[in-house]
């Protein structure tokens, strides 16, 4: 059973930078895809960013793209995700998700994740 905890979030003004960590415990780590995804009140839950169990490759939700960097550390058991320029829309509940799969046939959906964090709050004022 893998534990997934997520760090980083907080109370941040437009255009500012913030780093979120995912550190799980327990079970495989290097050969699972990783992703995040964010849920703002009233919507569905999003897909943010992806990247494979050997962090090859990564996807990203297009709004993100240029602005949020996924990387990780297999010998941390880590999974960053680096927002910059951060925007009032970024704002939302960020969740780690694990994969039992080391590159997912369908990154976007939270159906190709099998665990998951309990969140992080990223607040962006304007």
């Known amino acids: 059973q893998v534990h997934l905890v997520e760090s980083g979030g907080g109370l941040v003004q437009a255009g500012a930078s913030l780093k979120l960590s995912c550190t799980a415990s327990?079970?495989?780590?290097?050969?699972?895809?990783m992703g995040w995804f964010r849920q703002a009140p009233g919507t569905a839950r999003e897909f943010v960013a992806g990247?494979?169990?050997?962090?090859?490759?990564?996807k990203y939700e297009e709004s993100v793209k240029g602005r949020f960097t996924i990387s990780r550390d297999n010998a941390e058991r880590t999974v960053y995700l680096q927002m910059n320029t951060l925007k009032p829309e970024d704002t939302a509940v960020y969740y780690c998700?694990?994969?039992?799969?080391?590159?997912?046939?369908?990154?976007?959906?939270?159906?190709?994740?099998?665990?998951w964090g309990q969140g992080t709050q990223v607040t962006v004022s304007s």
């Open positions: 990247i494979s169990g050997s962090g090859g490759a990564t």
């Open positions: 998700a694990g994969s039992i799969s080391p590159y997912p046939d369908t990154w976007f959906s939270s159906r190709a994740y099998n665990y």
């Open positions: 327990g079970g495989t780590f290097s050969t699972n895809a």
